[in-house]
């Protein structure tokens, strides 16, 4: 017998710009974010000033450049501040790149040895150093900082979070802002979202230490919280003693706003967009989703692509029950599980809209 359990989880989504990431690891996936170390947390040496990038926990292994570009300076700096790289950060590499129109500087720190030389034109995936533990490491490990318009340690609010740059293959991102948040306000997430150690027990991050005048949020995002390396699944967010309350759903490679959940508020500013509770609930075999496309709004066409798809907890699209050009009306779809190819088996699945470039909703 096969008995599905739908729980609504109600999305409205307006993001204008694609959720993607936008450059390569700069290490292999078998090497992870180190959770202590990440954007815009205090460094445990200097709790006056952010980290202002992640730590990759790497030994002495290959590490690439992240995408094309040109290297700007390769320099070694064991305690002091040279004017390019934060103090310590021993055998390091800047690689200049472009990113929206604008100059992006990728910066390695504590390697080995660098493999590249001043100048040298790279591409995206080509091996530039050898990670280590030179100058003021806590043990083998690659910084990495990503700083945007200068490269200057000092420029403002310069810095970008790695994480909402890349991610393990297979793996997504979630991303925040809690209005009036002070800095390093905890952010809980639950379950676990990380796939492999170090992050065997992690379950919260920071917001960004904004004190830190260095320390800004994406061009377009504009968070003030990140989570990456997430597996693809459903999560609860929660700070500020659960005041602020997200629940999301990531997929792999995608970055996910934990702020597109809607509150009632909000969902009766699109009263006529409607994505119902499937019925029966539980059921066996058969359950019917119902949803609502709105009548005479501007932003959607007479005639839009709707998706409607149904995925397992982890993420994997289990069903395309809709793909196709629809007008403005109501519309009821069947779930039938006998009609699968593969065998579907019991447990919660999510079931997703998509209406154009508009309107997201999903249940699970």
């Given at each position: 017998m096969v008995i599905i359990l739908l729980i609504l989880l109600?999305?409205?989504?307006?993001?204008t710009y694609p959720q993607a990431f936008r450059i390569d690891r700069p290490a292999k996936d078998s090497f992870q974010i180190n959770g202590s170390y990440l954007y815009g947390e205090p460094r445990f040496w200097d709790p006056a000033n952010a980290h202002r990038g992640v730590d990759i926990i790497i030994d002495h292994d290959t590490v690439y450049s992240v995408s094309e570009g040109?290297?700007?300076?390769?320099?070694?700096?064991?305690?002091?501040?040279?004017?390019?790289?934060?103090?310590?950060?021993?055998?390091?590499?800047?690689?200049?790149?472009?990113?929206?129109?604008?100059?992006?500087?990728f910066l390695y720190c504590h390697l080995s040895k660098p493999l590249v030389s001043d100048n040298q034109q790279l591409v995206g995936g080509e091996p530039i150093g050898i990670s280590g533990n030179t100058g003021n490491s806590t043990g083998p490990h690659l910084h990495f900082e990503i700083r945007?318009?200068?490269?200057?340690?000092?420029?403002?609010?310069?810095?970008?979070?790695?994480?909402l740059w890349f991610a393990i293959e297979g793996t997504g991102a979630i991303y925040g802002s809690i209005e009036g948040?002070?800095?390093?306000?905890?952010?809980?997430i639950s379950p676990d979202p990380k796939p492999r150690p170090p992050y065997t027990t992690f379950g919260w991050a920071l917001t960004y230490k904004f004190a830190d005048p260095t320390v800004g949020s994406d061009d377009f995002y504009n968070e003030n919280y990140a989570i990456g390396d997430v597996k693809p699944g459903a999560y609860v967010i929660t700070a500020l003693n659960g005041s602020y309350r997200r629940e999301v759903f990531v997929e792999?490679?995608?970055?996910?706003?934990?702020?597109?959940?809607?509150?009632?508020q909000e969902e009766s500013i699109h009263a006529d967009f409607r994505l119902?509770?499937?019925?029966?609930?539980?059921?066996?075999?058969?359950?019917?989703?119902?949803?609502?496309i709105p009548v005479g709004d501007a932003k959607i066409a007479s005639h839009t692509i709707v998706k409607l798809k149904v995925y397992d907890i982890l993420g994997n699209e289990v069903a395309t029950l809709v793909d196709e050009r629809q007008a403005s009306g109501t519309y009821e779809v069947q779930f039938d599980v006998?009609?699968?190819?593969?065998?579907?088996?019991?447990?919660?699945?999510?079931?997703k809209i998509v209406i154009g470039e508009k309107y997201i909703s999903a249940k699970k």
């Open positions: 109600l999305f409205a989504q307006n993001i040109q290297v700007y300076f390769i320099g070694y700096d064991p305690n002091n501040d040279d004017g390019y790289e934060p103090a310590g950060c021993g055998n390091y590499i800047f690689v200049k790149s472009e990113w929206n129109n604008k100059d992006a500087y945007i318009g200068s490269p200057s340690p000092g420029a403002v609010r310069s810095r970008r979070n790695p994480e948040a002070p800095d390093e306000t905890r952010i809980d792999a490679g995608k970055i996910t706003n934990a702020d597109i959940t809607t509150s009632l119902h509770q499937n019925y029966p609930n539980p059921f066996n075999p058969t359950t019917t989703i119902l949803y609502a006998n009609s699968m190819k593969q065998h579907i088996a019991s447990g919660m699945y999510i079931y």
